[in-house]
């Protein structure tokens, strides 16, 4: 008999650091950008630990009659997904077109735009927190400088003061900040490049 893993919701997040989100108005994929505390609308219940590639059906959070169609998930290294039609050589591609951006499905060879960072419960928290000053003090812990929050940046890097923050590298980090409760703290060491010393953050969040 093969082993039953939970389904837990994930959110996703593209080459330009928008999310995938849902239009109402044209009942289909939406890019939209990361907002503190802010849940998209377009989410998928996967099993955990991923056993790809597998099925994946998108949900909305406001019903619309318009069906999605369904994908397969797809390993694009560094714990990044493609999402390939069911079915088709056809894969899920955000464009960074003027204006919010365009989803489309208008390729067949999978590049940087058709990978997405798959984003737990946890990982949307912390990254609220690293976005918001009132929301946690971040210190260097080797000079004891008070950081600014992190930058979004393109590629799945961000920025934290003049550190570079690979996000799929550091999601177990950023999965720990989320689930830091208030007048709690903790010393991350966030990864870096390969040739570098880990960074080490000391996270305080407030009353």
Known sequence: MSQTFPKTQLWFMDWHSRVLDHDPISDYFSPTPFQPGVYPGMSALIALPLNLPCDITFTKLVSMPRPLPVFEAHDAENGLLFFQLKGHDKFLKSVPVPGKGEINTDTSIPK????????????????????TPQSASLIDVATGKVLPPVKPGVGFLWSLGETPL??????????QIGRLPARHEAEISFIRNADQPPFRVHVRRPS
């Open 166 to 175: 690979p996000l799929a590298a550091n999601i177990q980090n950023i999965e």
């Open 112 to 131: 940087n735009w058709e990978r997405f960072l798959p984003m737990t419960e946890d990982v949307m928290r912390g990254l609220s927190t690293l976005l």
